[in-house]
């Protein structure tokens, strides 16, 4: 399993820390704008906007602020026009990281990410040099307790899932994008409680990172993580529980 995804859980652990709410709502906010602009306010037929809604109300974001960044999306309510984009490049110890932004600046964005990247051991790459090493899936991390992992595997293998993947204290399942809302139900059905669920990107391959690097990588991954127009980091790097729980500690 990638490391960025053993983060993912650990920052969900620990509640994301209320100072970082407002960045959370932000985050969400423009997601939710987005995924209704592309694909409509209807989330019946726009699985994005689901998943994006989904995680809005896991952090307990108000209805009323999902009602309107809905709207905003579709051009009922003003706003500024937000540009949605990648940006790509490597980290400490060669780990490929693929940035997701969303910005009403684009040369703002891009000034602040390359800026991370060069004070924390890290370098800008050019459009395309990482983005083919990510597969974009579906992840839904199932709390270890209250299904075993017999009956994970059956409930999500029937329904559609690519893999079950044991972790310390999850069962995460893999599906691919179209099976993801009919995996989760069937999971919801036998009453599965989730750390994550949300459409994401697995990497094809993993760079394992010693003590020193991860360090390193992860100080830069919280940095652009801590910007206001990033989206979304995925990278592929592979962190050792114990190291990494060390460093998070």
Same mark, same amino acid.
């Given at each position: 399993?990638?490391?960025?995804?053993?983060?993912?859980?650990?920052?969900? +652990? #620990? =509640?994301?820390?209320?100072?970082?709410? &407002? !960045?959370?709502?932000?985050?969400?906010?423009? $997601?939710? /704008? *987005?995924? %209704?602009?592309?694909?409509?306010?209807?989330?019946?037929?726009?699985?994005?906007?689901?998943?994006?809604?989904?995680?809005?109300?896991?952090?307990?974001?108000?209805?009323?602020?999902?009602?309107?960044?809905?709207?905003?999306?579709t051009g009922e309510l003003d706003g500024a026009a937000i540009e949605e984009f990648s940006l790509e490049g490597y980290g400490p110890g060669g780990v490929a990281m693929l940035v997701e932004c969303a910005s009403d600046n684009r040369?703002?964005?891009?000034?602040?990410?390359?800026?991370?990247?060069?004070?924390?051991?890290?370098?800008?790459?050019?459009?395309?040099?990482?983005?083919?090493?990510?597969? +974009? #899936? =579906?992840?839904?991390?199932?709390?270890? &307790? !209250?299904?075993?992992?017999?009956?994970?595997? $059956?409930? /999500? *293998?029937? %329904?559609?899932?690519?893999?079950?993947?044991?972790?310390?204290?999850?069962?995460?399942?893999?599906?691919?994008?179209?099976?993801?809302?009919?995996?989760?139900?069937?999971?919801?059905?036998?009453?599965?409680?989730?750390?994550?669920?949300?459409?994401?990107?697995?990497?094809?391959?993993?760079?394992?990172?010693?003590?020193?690097?991860?360090?390193?990588?992860?100080?830069?991954?919280?940095?652009?993580?801590?910007?206001?127009?990033?989206?979304?980091?995925?990278?592929?790097?592979?962190?050792?529980?114990?190291?990494?729980?060390?460093?998070?500690?």
């Open positions: 399993m990638s490391g960025h995804n053993k983060w993912s859980k650990i920052k969900h +652990k #620990k =509640g994301a820390a209320d100072a970082k709410r &407002g !960045k959370i709502f932000g985050r969400l906010i423009k $997601e939710i /704008a *987005l995924a %209704a602009r592309q694909g409509g306010g209807d989330i019946i037929g726009n699985a994005r906007l689901r998943s994006a809604i989904a995680e809005a109300r896991a952090e307990n974001m108000p209805n009323d602020n999902i009602d309107r960044a809905i709207k905003r999306g040369v703002r964005t891009v000034s602040d990410v390359r800026s991370a990247l060069t004070k924390h051991g890290g370098n800008m790459g050019e459009a395309g040099c990482v983005a083919w090493m990510f597969d +974009k #899936k =579906g992840l839904l991390s199932v709390q270890k &307790g !209250k299904l075993s992992e017999d009956q994970v595997l $059956e409930v /999500a *293998l029937d %329904a559609g899932a690519e893999d079950v993947q044991e972790q310390a204290d999850t069962f995460d399942v893999i599906t691919p994008l179209e099976a993801f809302d009919k995996v989760k139900a069937a999971l919801d059905a036998k009453g599965a409680q989730y750390v994550l669920a949300k459409l994401t990107r697995i990497p094809q391959t993993q760079v394992p990172l010693d003590a020193g690097h991860a360090k390193k990588f992860l100080d830069l991954l919280s940095k652009i993580e801590d910007l206001d127009d990033v989206q979304n980091v995925w990278a592929n790097f592979d962190i050792d529980d114990k190291i990494l729980e060390q460093l998070t500690a």
